[in-house]
């Protein structure tokens, strides 16, 4: 694809260290797949039939990643998120 990135990062827990239980996208250490797109709200009504999504896309009306989003659960229970 044109003018697309792919960063990979594989974060491997330390033997012995419980697995963190709390995977919010906010907590460090954390992690979640963004998936930019050009139309969200499509792709969205092609994929909700999949059960997947927690909400609706949601506008963000400031800061650096101002636009619209949404989270989905992707494989393993990893958080997604359409931008």
Known sequence: MPNS???IVHTEIPE??????????????????CVVCDDIRAVYERLKD???FADQPVRITFGVNEGLNVY???VHGMYCELF
């Open 5 to 7: 990135d792919l960063l």
């Open 16 to 33: 012995g260290r419980a697995v963190p239980q709390d995977i919010a996208t906010y907590k460090k250490g954390n992690v979640h797949l």
């Open 50 to 52: 999949k059960d997947a």
């Open 72 to 74: 989905f659960a992707g």
